[in-house]
């Protein structure tokens, strides 16, 4: 999966201008007299690094919008998902089954918030690649790995799901802490092996322009596109796809389980029955929480791969109609919020969520001080009244 296309973007979106050689020999070479020693090499470097910010520097309207939801993006998600770390540390009650898993996903999607968003940005803004050979390859290859935790956890989770429900004793075995730890060393090396092709394909060019600019690059280079398209394919698939088909299949199980079919969990009389009562709504609030984001998920990365495989298909075509310049780095930008969206989902939906954040954020001791405040005031200002009431 690439989710750079900085070849591309700087084929079809740079256009260089043809250096004017007599002007320059003009202002440089030609000069006699007193004016000849005012020129020097350095004057000469300094017009043609001017010339190379024009020609690799984009600040239009399209990147500046760019630019401000990016930043949003980076704060929220930094910030949001940080919190859900704390929370599920600081609070033993949140340290559950499907937490675990949400932690993991949380770890992934600080990987994209560190790393891919402020490279793709940058990218995005200035043509040129200047951030060496070993963001090159990381950039896409922590983006994919990320995709493929968030996937693979959400998938495992809805497996955990499936086991409560239909099989809890042995969902109490298989599900235990010490196999969840090992499930989730194997969606990470599981993701690593998966996105492994894209450390080697992707790499650093250089292209000499005019024989005086370098238009440095950060691009794949496959054996064909026969390879490329079989990988992307793959990635798709086996990451994409497939999970989704089975988390949908699973959680409509579950969900018509929880709001349809729910005769076996409300046996009993009396106070088990309120009982069961109480565990269905706490399941039926999990599954909620949980299908919201596996929906986001598919929703965000969805237009992504859509757009990706197109301009792959139509790359000419999708130069000229505007989609790689102005539809690829929406859709991108849209695949990187989920890792922002997912701590606003925990936060939204997950009761635990609030009111974790609630303590970290010290909501509760504000809203206290608050209540002191005013009624302090109200007291201070009873005792004034009665005061000016005797005097007068």
Not at 87 to 112: H, P, W
Not at 145 to 163: H, N, Q
Not at 331 to 352: E, F, K, Q, T
Request: with cysteine.
């Amino acid at each position: 999966m690439n989710i750079t296309h900085f070849e591309h973007q700087l084929e079809h979106q740079v256009k260089v201008p043809t250096p004017n050689y007599m002007d320059i020999s003009l202002m440089y070479g030609n000069e006699s007299g007193r004016n000849a020693d005012v020129y020097s090499l350095a004057d000469v470097d300094l017009l043609f690094a001017n010339i190379e910010l024009d020609i690799y520097i984009d600040l239009g309207v399209v990147n500046i919008i760019l630019i401000v939801l990016y930043s949003a993006i980076f704060i929220v998600g930094l910030l949001g998902n940080i919190f859900v770390i704390v929370a599920i540390i600081k609070f033993k009650s949140l340290r559950t089954l499907t937490n675990y898993f949400l932690l993991n996903l949380t770890v992934g999607d600080i990987l994209v918030i560190l790393v891919c968003i402020p490279v793709t940005l940058g990218s995005t803004v200035y043509k040129k690649w200047i951030y060496g050979q070993v963001l090159c390859k990381l950039t896409p290859f922590c983006q994919g790995t990320a995709v493929a935790v968030s996937v693979l956890s959400l998938l495992f989770i809805c497996a955990s799901r499936c086991f409560a429900i239909y099989k809890p004793l042995r969902a109490k075995i298989i599900f235990s802490k010490h196999n969840v730890k090992f499930m989730i060393i194997v969606i990470w090396l599981l993701s690593f092996g998966s996105m492994c092709p894209l450390l080697i394909v992707n790499s650093v060019k250089t292209i000499t322009i005019y024989e005086l600019f370098d238009s440095v690059t950060c691009q794949e280079s496959w054996g064909s596109l026969t390879d490329k398209h079989v990988f992307n394919g793959f990635i798709f698939c086996a990451l994409f796809v497939l999970p989704l088909t089975m988390m949908s299949i699973g959680y409509s199980v579950i969900g018509h389980t929880l709001w349809i079919g729910n005769s076996i969990l409300m046996e009993g009389n009396g106070c088990q029955k309120k009982s069961n009562n109480i565990i269905l709504k706490q399941r039926r609030r999990t599954v909620k929480m949980l299908i919201c984001i596996v929906v986001i998920f598919g929703l965000c990365w969805l237009p992504y791969y859509i757009v990706y495989f197109w301009i792959d298909a139509n790359l000419s075509i999708g130069a000229e109609n505007g989609i790689l310049t102005n539809v690829y780095p929406f859709v991108m930008l849209l695949g990187l919020s989920n890792s922002a969206v997912n701590p606003i989902c925990y936060c939204i939906l997950s009761r635990g969520f609030r009111r974790g954040f609630d303590s970290i954020l010290c909501v509760n001791f504000l809203k206290r001080g608050g209540s002191f405040l005013r009624s302090s005031f109200k007291r201070k200002s009873t005792a004034s009244g009665s005061i000016d009431t005797a005097e007068v």
